[in-house]
């Protein structure tokens, strides 16, 4: 069974094999847990959105080595789509998506720095969290970011 670490910590400096962060088409600019990513990563997710090469529809995904100022060695990007309303359906299915991608690449520790969702409080989105990883896989550790700990 995974073990499930909820941490008072911004997305780079979450401990982990691999961050995993949402990107959204219609966020812009960038907010929330992508754009500590694209700070921290010297502006490349903004210039691969502005050169057409990242966009954050559905299904994109973008996995990229970090750098000394990250906790964690990798980050995946996964397109969301539209990013309103992200209720609790929508945060259910996104965290699915996101657990099922990571169980499927061997990963067994992660990060999970995700959004506050529409109408959906921290409580809630960790009792998402928990019941999505449930599913059996190699995944040994999910650490997911309490709250709105972006910065």
């Known amino acids: 069974m995974t073990q499930l670490e909820v941490v008072d910590r911004p997305a780079d400096r979450l401990p982990g094999e691999i961050l995993v962060v949402p990107l959204f088409a219609d966020q812009r600019p960038l907010a929330?847990?992508?754009?500590?990513?694209?700070?921290?990563?010297?502006?490349?997710?903004?210039?691969?959105?502005?050169?057409?090469?990242?966009?954050?529809?559905?299904?994109e995904v973008l996995a990229m080595p970090t750098n000394a100022k990250f906790?964690?060695?990798?980050?995946?990007?996964?397109?969301?789509g539209l990013r309103r309303p992200l209720d609790g359906r929508g945060y259910t299915s996104m965290v699915k998506r996101f657990l099922k991608l990571v169980a499927r690449a061997g990963i067994g520790e992660v990060a999970l720095c995700l959004p506050p969702g529409d109408g959906v409080d921290p409580a809630e989105i960790e009792r998402i969290v928990r019941d999505a990883l449930v599913a059996p896989s190699r995944l040994a550790i999910c650490r997911l970011a309490r709250g709105t700990q972006f910065v």
Do not use: F, H, K
């Open 71 to 80: 906790a964690a060695p990798w980050v995946i990007l996964i397109g969301c």
């Open 32 to 59: 929330g847990p992508v754009a500590v990513v694209d700070w921290r990563l010297d502006g490349v997710v903004t210039r691969m959105i502005l050169a057409g090469e990242l966009s954050g529809r559905q299904g």
